[in-house]
């Protein structure tokens, strides 16, 4: 049982109705963060508006973005997004095989070489930030890479730690689903 009251869909009002309508045409469902983030319309806007920059503002495919949300729930044992993302890379026609490659080492990721290179540079980020050169930022500029493109392939991976960890303190069913 949640420790917050979140807002159910039948109650939804506003941003968050607008968003859960989204949500339930998009993908049949309503992800556990965003209810949780309903308590706070305007929380949940920003995290609305975050989501609409990733689908239309950045350069990171569909399919590079929830290869990092993956690797980045596994990292931090993220139920929730592990279970999501899993569900979107099958979609995307990876199966059990090339999840396992990819869980035990990202070097073995289905991705075209440039998109590869981004998410080992965000993984090995991840695990060791003090571990990054230079040479790995010249190497992803090298394949086309720019800093905003860095940036937004950090956050995506960073990003997913606040939730992680909210979905705990608040003791978040961590279920893919509403």
Aim: net charge negative.
């Amino acid at each position: 049982m949640p420790r917050i009251e979140t807002v159910l869909p039948d109650e939804a009002q506003g941003v968050v109705k607008q968003g859960y309508d989204t949500f339930l045409t998009h993908f049949g469902s309503i992800p556990k963060p965003m209810e949780m983030l309903s308590v706070s319309p305007g929380l949940f806007e920003i995290q609305l508006k975050r989501n609409r920059y990733f689908a239309t503002q950045s350069n990171l495919s569909f399919g590079l973005l929830t290869h990092i949300r993956y690797m980045a729930s596994l990292e931090l044992s993220y139920k929730f997004c592990i279970d999501f993302n899993k569900m979107l890379l099958e979609k995307q026609g990876l199966d059990d095989d090339d999840l396992r490659r990819l869980e035990n080492d990202p070097c073995q990721s289905v991705l075209e070489e440039k998109e590869h290179a981004m998410l080992t540079f965000v993984v090995k980020a991840l695990k060791n930030p003090g571990a990054v050169t230079d040479a790995d930022v010249l190497t992803l500029k090298e394949l086309g890479w720019t800093d905003k493109d860095m940036v937004d392939a950090m956050l995506q991976g960073v990003s997913m730690s606040d939730h992680a960890v909210m979905m705990q303190v608040f003791d978040m069913d961590p279920n893919c689903l509403l």
